[in-house]
C-alpha cells in the first residue's frame, strides 16, 4: 500500500512542476519602465544567441555622456531563429543603435530590446514589428 501511495505522490507532484516552472516566469514591467523608449548608440562588444532570452552588451555613452556598458535583453534564439536572424547577424564590433525600454534602476545600463539597426548597411530587427512578447 505504501509502494503504491509513494507512486501517486511521484507521479503527481511530477506532471504539476513543470506547469509551475512555466507559470514561473519574469514580468518585464518589474524590470523594466514600460512607458518608457531610450535610445543608445555605440559599439557592439558581446551577443549572447541562447534561450530563453538572448542579450547583447554595448559599450554606449549614458545621459552624461560617460561610456558604459550596457545591457540589451533580447527575445529567446528559437524566436529571433524563427524571425530570420542568427547567432552571426550582428558580430562583436558593428555600430549599433538600439531603442529599448530602460531598466527601473538607472545606474544598471540596461535595457529591453525594442529595435536594433546596424548602422553600417542598416540592417535591423523590430523595425518591421519583430518582437517578444
Request: proline share 4%; net charge neutral; aromatic share 8%.
Amino acid at each position: 500500500m505504501k509502494t503504491i501511495i509513494k507512486t501517486a505522490t511521484f507521479l503527481l507532484l511530477g506532471s504539476v512542476l513543470p506547469a509551475a516552472t512555466v507559470s514561473a516566469h519574469h514580468s518585464f514591467q518589474a524590470s523594466y519602465d514600460t512607458d518608457a523608449v531610450m535610445e543608445i548608440k555605440g559599439k557592439l562588444v558581446q551577443l549572447n544567441f541562447r534561450n530563453p532570452h538572448s542579450s547583447i552588451m554595448v559599450m554606449a555613452p549614458d545621459a552624461n555622456g560617460v561610456m558604459q556598458r550596457w545591457g540589451v535583453e533580447w527575445g529567446g534564439a528559437s524566436a529571433l531563429t524563427r524571425q530570420g536572424l542568427t547567432r552571426d547577424s550582428f558580430k562583436p564590433g558593428d555600430e549599433v543603435v538600439i531603442t529599448g525600454q530602460p531598466g527601473r534602476e538607472e545606474s544598471d545600463h540596461r535595457l529591453r530590446m525594442l529595435t536594433i539597426v546596424r548602422s553600417t548597411d542598416v540592417f535591423g530587427w523590430g523595425t518591421n514589428g519583430e518582437s517578444f512578447e
